[in-house]
C-alpha cells in the first residue's frame, strides 16, 4: 500500500549538517503519522522525531534543538534537517508510517506499519 525510500546519508564531521529525504510511494493520499528512527550497531531501535497527520511534531530529548522534521504532502515527501551532528547520532535511519487521521504522533516503533530500507548516517573525524 506504501513505500518509503530514504536518501540523504552520508559521512559527516561533527558539528556539520545532513538532511534526510524519505519520499512514499503507492497509496499516499490518505493521512498518515510519519516518523524517523535510528539503530545504532548494537543498540535498539530509537525514535528520533515524528510528524503527526494533524501537524504536531515530538523530537527525543538528545536531539531537539538540532534536529528538525518537516513535511511536504503535496510532494509526499518527509525529511530530517540534522544539524550539529554529534558522533552519537551515528546511526542508520529509517522513515516509517502509520496510517491514519491522529492529532498526535508518538516514538514508539511498534506504532509504525510501514518502513522504509535505511540510510547510513556516520559522524566522525
Known amino acids: 500500500q506504501l513505500q518509503l525510500v530514504e536518501s540523504g546519508g552520508g559521512l559527516v564531521q561533527p558539528g556539520r549538517s545532513l538532511r534526510l529525504s524519505c519520499a512514499a510511494s503507492?497509496?499516499?493520499?490518505?493521512?498518515?503519522?510519519l516518523g524517523w528512527f535510528r539503530q545504532a550497531p548494537g543498540k535498539e531501535r530509537e525514535g528520533v522525531s515524528c510528524?503527526?497527520?494533524?501537524?504536531?511534531?515530538k523530537y527525543v530529548d538528545s536531539v531537539k534543538g538540532r534536529f528538525t522534521i518537516s513535511r511536504d504532502n503535496a510532494k509526499n515527501t518527509v525529511d530530517l534537517q540534522m544539524n550539529s551532528l554529534k558522533p552519537e547520532d551515528t546511526a542508520i535511519y529509517y522513515c516509517a508510517a502509520l496510517r491514519g487521521r491522529f492529532s498526535q504522533c508518538a516514538l514508539e516503533s511498534s506504532d509504525y506499519n510501514y518502513w522504509g530500507q535505511g540510510t547510513q548516517v556516520t559522524v566522525s573525524s
Open positions: 503507492g497509496f499516499t493520499r490518505v493521512p498518515y503519522n
Open positions: 510528524s503527526s497527520s494533524g501537524g504536531s511534531t
